[in-house]
């Protein structure tokens, strides 16, 4: 049994109808729900998308704890609200954000966050230099879950203590975090409706088939992710099972970084998006609802398709524009990849394997493939220091197009292409402010021309998924954002729900996660301020009951719910929201630790920006990759200083994937 989501084809842009109400001088808060929401995906009144549409993120492996040391933190936290003076950051200790500028505190600020408030108890002030359009989808986000002031002070916001424990908001409590699985119990004093199914199990296997022959068992699995496209039929055609496709908000893409040559010449870069056959990829290793990459961005996200597509296949063209670039026939190179499975790419390996063969073919390279630790892929794709060539995707975490060209090609990008380009990102930026649609349309198209130019990276496909599920579970659904909302699902008659996804969760301090493997865990166990409808893309309110803008959509007011409840039993207030942001924030903030120490937060600043960023070192010559030339720093006429608004590279927005996507992958994209 088959089934597609009801929202298939009908996402917009959300956020700007709400905001355009806004814009007009008549601002109005969403209707909260008095629970969480936990039946199915809800019909969105967007119109149809224009064109047909077209999903992750990192994994980093931590020492497992064992189901004793799981547990949340200590049931001794103080359970008033709120605790000691209102909080805002930044407190004018250090001097006032200079929005003309760019600057706070002598150093660089990226992004368009200028200071957050707590009012009083339960009001919460977020202030902007420029209108921020997406603020709603940003905040619905799992990586932006709030959490409470004593226990990110007690764990000076980071360690096991915060990263592989869980003290969240949300329906289900961790009882267990091991190398094998992830174990929650429903929590009784939950806000909401309780979970439909009193514990929750999530386990994990990076082979399809293994996954698919655990659910068809009957006794293994209620509900399994990334079905492999070869399968989807032998569930459709199983009585006992269910198959729920998703949408392919996602993209798989071929990376450069231009501060390694020969990948500095965009020559060079359009040689390859010429030399590969696009469509070859897809019918051999996607499945039902794929489609090719003419575009970064899926055509189903409003303006995603607009402008000039990517070069087309042209072998012989491709192999023309190599001559006197050093990178001509014979020339050697590695292409660096991760072999687990995501939502926007089931098989790697076999993908990679088909580049080689093409450009080897098409342009007379020898191409080594180099397959990577997962647990690290993400963290030095995004860093930028070490894979001139790489494959990588992205999932949606909101459908917009900040979350797509933003998070990798704007200001507060990582540097995982190497240098940026000033016309793109200035366009981005441009975009980003606009409430207007036609005027954010015209933009992207300009942006979508700039990507074809400067080809920072080659888009590849846009991938059809899947999750299958026992056929007597009810509310079962596939998130289109990869995020399933597991607490409402009812497994049958069966007392336990079992989930079976591709890898582990890196860490459950999902401020710093950006693997979507994660992020999904985070989404039973904490709440944002807002969140996401069930298996669909809208937003509605979460711990917060209202978040409304001002006309400039510069100011957002968001009133939090009474009497929500930690899992340690502290009580939610207005502080908890600004520590929770002010640590991802700024770089200097004593608890902007994370999983490793020195966190990336790299879905903060691709959303928000960070404060604090010091000017960067003077540059070392770059390490030659295997095989390839020596590797100084290209010189990228195009990117230039950054403007006013953004004046230095942020060292975050990872490299893809999404969510599921930070590196990306979230998300999923975030998990990227």
Known sequence: MSHRPRWLSTLSLVVVGTLLVAACGTPGATQAPTTRPSSGPATTSAPPASAPPASGTPAASTPAASASESAAPSESASASAPTGDLMTYPDGSKGEVDCAAGTYNGNALTGGLKQIKAVDASTVEFTFCRADVAFLSKVAFSSLQINDTETLTATGGGGDELTRKSNGTGPYKLTEFSDQQVVMEANPDYWGDQPKSPKLVIRWNKEPAQRLQALQSGTEADGIDNVAPDAFETVRNDANLQLIEREALNVTYLGFNNKFKPFDDPKVRQAVAMALDKQRIVDAFYGSGSSIGDYFTPCSIPGGCEGDKMPGFDAAAAQA???????????????????KP?????????????????????????VTLSPEEDASYLTN????EKYPLFLLGWGADYPDQTNFLDYHFGSGASPQFGDKFKDLTDVLDEAASKADPAARLALYAQANTLLKTNLPMVPLAHG??????RKDVQGAHSSPLSSEALFTVTPGDRSQLVWIQNGPPSGLYCGDETDGEALRVCEQLGESLYGYEVGGTATQPSLATSCEPNTELTVWTCKLREGVKFHNGATLDANDVVLSFAAQWDLDHPLHKGRTGAGTFDYFSAFFGFLNVKPEPAPEPSPSAPGESPSAPAESPSAPAESPSAPAESPSAPASESPSAPASESPSASPT
């Open 381 to 384: 794709a995004s860093k930028g």
């Open 342 to 366: 995501r939502s926007y790419i089931n098989n790697p390996t076999a993908v990679v394997t088909d580049i080689k063969d093409q450009l080897e073919t098409n342009l007379g390279w020898k």
């Open 464 to 469: 059809g998924s899947a999750t299958a599920w």
């Open 321 to 339: 524009l190599l001559a006197g670039t050093g990178a001509e026939a014979g020339f050697e190179t590695t292409l660096y990849f991760r072999e």
